[in-house]
């Protein structure tokens, strides 16, 4: 049993992690500053369930809120920290470049100084796929260098594992950066293509199907990330007494530092992910052929072997069950009708 900080606590996968620690013991205080970035009611309703489970307590505030924060790790001596209170989006980044240096960059620096301070055990903080960025080489590997982001999104999360290293390095804080591959599932963000798709099927609306539909995502089910993120937390890293400054592996370190993918390994072509879920609604998408946009790439794939020997887990759910599972979830929660 732990006391865990999960930053981001009323987010997608901050919501489903925090639901997870506290129903094996752990004691957890949520921390988010509820932004409008989407729907707030959603946000709302993750932690109507949180809040009434013991051990959790919720702490409304935003990461670069530096008193705030400072006070909260001061009074409640945190085993873990898992920062998962991050700017979302890469298509948003184009247009909102300085929420994600506020929060993304400023917000990071606070952890990293609280955590630091406060002789916190292991940070374990949200990464992304996107680092990958102008990357071919398939499937994507942390051993691989990512010094070619395409947005900004990509370039802050770099940023994030980059400063993690340096804190790694100098203070001895034990880090690990997690790089998520397209989540989704039950309570999913709204800005996400699967829970778009849904909603405009539904209502008889047309889909922007971007890429001509040919990009190909690893989409990774929400429990698959959740297994992942509370398997790495429990495993703090040590220094690689391999590596070699002569041949510096991105993944590892001199330091007790760490970087993992989590993804399905199993990448999936757009226009197949659709007819999946237009299999499991029960009638078809009207389509809006789009070529691909700024800061997108192409396919991602996560090499996950490293996962797998370390922690013993490889994510497998499909994406005909997770589908079926989020649409379950979506036909309960906005009581909608659907004959699939």
Same mark, same amino acid.
């Given at each position: 049993m732990s006391k865990i900080l999960v930053t981001g606590a009323a987010g997608f996968i901050g919501f489903h992690l925090s639901k997870r620690l506290l129903e094996r013991g752990d004691t957890v205080?949520?921390?988010?500053?509820?932004?409008?970035? /989407?729907?707030?009611?959603?946000?709302? #309703?993750?932690?109507?369930?949180?809040?009434?489970?013991?051990? %959790? $307590?919720?702490? $409304?505030?935003?990461?670069?809120? $530096?008193?705030?924060?400072?006070?909260? %790790?001061?009074e409640e001596g945190f085993d873990v920290v898992i920062n998962l209170a991050t700017q979302a989006g890469v298509r948003y980044s184009i247009s909102n470049p300085h929420a994600y240096i506020q929060s993304n960059l400023v917000g990071f620096i606070n952890i990293l100084e609280a955590c630091r301070h406060n002789k916190v055990e292991h940070l374990v903080y949200a990464s992304s796929s996107s680092v990958y960025g102008a990357n071919t080489t398939m499937p994507f590997s942390t051993h691989h260098n990512v010094d070619h982001p395409v947005s900004l999104y990509a370039a802050?999360?770099?940023?994030?594992?980059?400063?993690?290293?340096?804190?790694?390095?100098? /203070?001895?804080?034990?880090?690990?950066?997690?790089? %998520? %591959?397209?989540? /989704?599932?039950?309570?999913?963000r709204p800005d996400m293509a699967l829970f778009l798709f849904t909603k405009a099927i539904l209502e008889g609306k047309p889909i922007d199907v971007y890429d001509y539909g040919k990009m190909r995502r690893d989409f990774t089910y929400i429990d698959d990330v959740i297994e992942g993120i509370v $398997?790495?937390?429990?495993?703090?890293?040590?220094?690689?007494?391999?590596?070699?400054?002569?041949?510096?592996?991105? #993944?590892?370190?001199?330091?007790?530092?760490?970087?993992?993918?989590?993804g399905n390994n199993n990448p999936v072509m757009l226009l197949d992910f659709i007819e999946t879920l237009e299999k499991h609604l029960g009638r078809p998408a009207q389509k809006n052929m789009m070529p691909i946009q700024d800061g997108d790439v192409p396919e991602t794939c996560a090499d996950v072997d490293d996962l797998m020997r370390d922690v013993g887990f490889r994510p497998a759910t499909t994406v005909e069950e997770g589908i079926g599972r989020f649409v379950a979830w979506y036909q309960s929660y906005y009581k909608v009708e659907i004959s699939s």
């Open positions: 205080v949520g921390y988010d500053n509820m932004n409008d970035y /989407y729907d707030v009611t959603l946000k709302e #309703a993750r932690l109507e369930q949180l809040v009434s489970m013991p051990g %959790f $307590r919720m702490v $409304r505030a935003g990461l670069e809120d $530096r008193t705030t924060l400072e006070q909260l %790790f001061a802050t999360k770099k940023s994030n594992e980059l400063m993690a290293h340096t804190y790694s390095s100098l /203070y001895g804080l034990p880090t690990t950066g997690l790089r %998520f %591959f397209t989540t /989704y599932g039950p309570w999913g $398997r790495v937390a429990d495993n703090v890293p040590v220094p690689n007494p391999l590596w070699s400054g002569a041949a510096p592996d991105p #993944a590892t370190s001199y330091a007790p530092y760490r970087i993992y993918n989590i």
